[in-house]
T-cell receptor
Framework: DAGVIQSPRHEVTEMGQEVTLRCKPI?????LFWYRQTMMRGLELLIY????????DSGMPEDRFSAKMPNASFSTLKIQPSEPRDSAVYFCASSQDRVDNQPQHFGDGTRLSIL | GDSVTQMEGPVTLSEEAFLTINCTYT??????LFWYVQYPGEGLQLLLKATKADDKGSNKGFEATYRKETTSFHLEKGSVQVSDSAVYFCALSNRGPSKLTFGTGTRLQVTL
């Protein structure tokens, strides 16, 4: 079975550029989560969607960050303009919420470096 | 709000040693509890879970028991291997959408 697919795996770009991270959740999953992981701050939840609707975006650091989920099989996380402090590994995860307490399944992440 | 506290790492053990990674939680209601593992360069993978008090989750030789009286979910393994070297995250989920509250992670290093 295909897991959560993220692209690109690595991204290196200069500050000020727009960055778009992509995620394809597991088919049939109706919740999707974006996380950021750094050594200093650990794993942070940025935003999560349920049935393609953003439910909680309180973790989005600032207006430079935006996320969309136009359909059940695709989501994007965009940073515009990017800054060096955005350098981190970004993970997407999905889960099936029609049954309580189902685990989240994570992608392998996008390692983002802003120069 | 909900929170998870894990022991600080890194934890360094010799192969075949006994492992305990402590995890305690604060939550309203009756959360489900999870352990996730992250190998280098990869995303988090579910290791085991328990959904009610006194449940024991187990997988790949790892075990954890949901202790409501002590609000704990300690991870144990009787004999670790070098391949167990990874970062381990304790997490909880309350009823409803499966939003997880994670601990800070504990790095385990197993040496020969």
């Amino acid at each position: 079975d295909a897991g959560v697919i993220q692209s690109p795996r690595h991204e290196v770009t200069e500050m000020g550029q727009e960055v778009t991270l992509r995620c394809k959740p597991i088919s049939g999953h109706n919740s999707l989560f974006w996380y950021r992981q750094t050594m200093m701050r650990g794993l942070e939840l940025l935003i999560y969607f349920n049935n393609n609707v953003p439910i909680d975006d309180s973790g989005m650091p600032e207006d430079r960050f935006s996320a969309k989920m136009p359909n059940a099989s695709f989501s994007t996380l965009k940073i515009q303009p990017s800054e060096p402090r955005d350098s981190a590994v970004y993970f997407c995860a999905s889960s099936q919420d029609r049954v309580d307490n189902q685990p989240q399944h994570f992608g392998d992440g996008t390692r983002l470096s802003i120069l | 709000g909900d929170s998870v506290t894990q022991m600080e790492g890194p934890v360094t053990l010799s192969e075949e040693a006994f492992l305990t990674i402590n995890c305690t939680y604060t939550a309203t209601g009756y959360p489900s509890l999870f352990w996730y593992v992250q190998y280098p360069g990869e995303g988090l993978q579910l290791l085991l879970k328990a959904t009610k008090a006194d449940d024991k989750g187990s997988n790949k030789g790892f075990e954890a028991t949901y202790r409501k009286e002590t609000t704990s979910f300690h991870l144990e393994k009787g004999s670790v291997q070098v391949s167990d070297s990874a970062v381990y995250f304790c997490a909880l989920s309350n009823r409803g959408p499966s939003k997880l509250t994670f601990g800070t992670g504990t790095r385990l290093q197993v040496t020969l």
